[in-house]
């Protein structure tokens, strides 16, 4: 029990320190952010779950600090009970409730999610994706039964953009763009960087086959 115990919070000592770097990478590159700049565009990009527009980057936000420093109490909390696990033999029966709990930490200590097109790639949740990584990306336009419709009402008859990764551990993920202008921006921007879309939907349906046609984006 001791070991599996030892097991769990160095790997979840490892995802912190881990998730920390990539978020101050991706601090300084979204710096140079070629998208979102403006309020507007800011505005225009929702976040899955909880349907939040997307976080600022920066060194001066309180999310920042709160995953700054955050980061440091969890990380000492961590190791403190690693030791009093392996010396003192203090566990018994709470493994899995204290795996549960370290879960929980873990993602209190997480910054809130953004979606950045810097000049060699994107930021999705934090984390820096160069552009060699993405396999392509697709759009989808949420209307009347599609899954995301009626989940917001800021979702209805946006854009769902997901990306698919050439690593093939790596689930795809998805943003969702309310405006259709932001979206052309967004487009424009992939393509300069030679990430395309296999197909894209016909804006007036929302749908393929019969109701729409796909076409090549390239």
């Given at each position: 029990?001791?070991?599996?115990?030892?097991?769990?919070?160095?790997?979840?000592?490892?995802?912190?320190?881990?998730?920390?770097?990539?978020?101050?990478?991706?601090?300084?590159?979204?710096?140079?952010?070629?998208?979102?700049?403006?309020?507007?565009?800011?505005?225009?990009?929702?976040?899955?779950?909880?349907?939040?527009?997307?976080?600022?980057?920066?060194?001066?936000?309180?999310?920042?600090?709160?995953?700054?420093?955050?980061?440091?109490?969890?990380?000492?909390?961590?190791?403190?009970?690693l030791?009093?696990?392996?010396?003192?033999?203090w566990?018994?029966?709470?493994?899995?409730?204290?795996?549960?709990?370290?879960?929980?930490?873990?993602?209190?200590?997480?910054?809130?999610?953004n979606?950045?097109?810097?000049?060699?790639?994107?930021?999705?949740?934090?984390?820096?994706?160069?552009?060699s990584?993405?396999?392509?990306?697709?759009?989808?336009?949420?209307?009347?039964?599609?899954?995301?419709?009626?989940?917001?009402?800021?979702?209805?008859?946006?854009?769902?953009?997901?990306?698919?990764?050439?690593?093939?551990?790596?689930?795809?993920?998805?943003?969702?763009?309310?405006?259709?202008?932001?979206?052309?921006?967004?487009?424009?921007?992939?393509?300069?960087?030679?990430?395309?879309?296999?197909?894209?939907?016909?804006?007036?349906?929302?749908?393929?086959?019969?109701?729409?046609?796909?076409?090549?984006?390239?």
């Amino acid at each position: 029990m001791s070991i599996l115990f030892a097991l769990i919070s160095i790997i979840g000592i490892y995802c912190l320190i881990r998730n920390f770097i990539n978020l101050k990478k991706a601090i300084d590159l979204a710096e140079n952010s070629l998208f979102p700049v403006a309020e507007g565009q800011f505005s225009s990009v929702l976040i899955p779950g909880e349907w939040k527009i997307t976080s600022r980057l920066s060194k001066q936000t309180k999310s920042y600090r709160i995953v700054k420093w955050g980061t440091g109490a969890v990380l000492i909390l961590m190791a403190t009970l690693l030791v009093l696990v392996m010396y003192i033999d203090w566990l018994s029966s709470s493994l899995f409730s204290s795996a549960y709990l370290f879960y929980l930490i873990l993602n209190a200590v997480k910054h809130p999610g953004n979606f950045y097109i810097v000049p060699n790639g994107i930021i999705l949740e934090s984390k820096f994706i160069p552009s060699s990584d993405i396999k392509e990306y697709s759009v989808e336009k949420i209307v009347r039964w599609h899954a995301l419709y009626g989940l917001d009402s800021r979702v209805n008859n946006g854009f769902k953009v997901s990306f698919n990764f050439k690593n093939k551990l790596a689930p795809p993920d998805y943003v969702v763009i309310t405006e259709k202008k932001e979206l052309e921006t967004v487009i424009e921007l992939l393509n300069a960087q030679g990430i395309y879309s296999k197909v894209q939907i016909d804006e007036s349906t929302g749908t393929a086959g019969s109701q729409g046609e796909w076409k090549d984006s390239k």
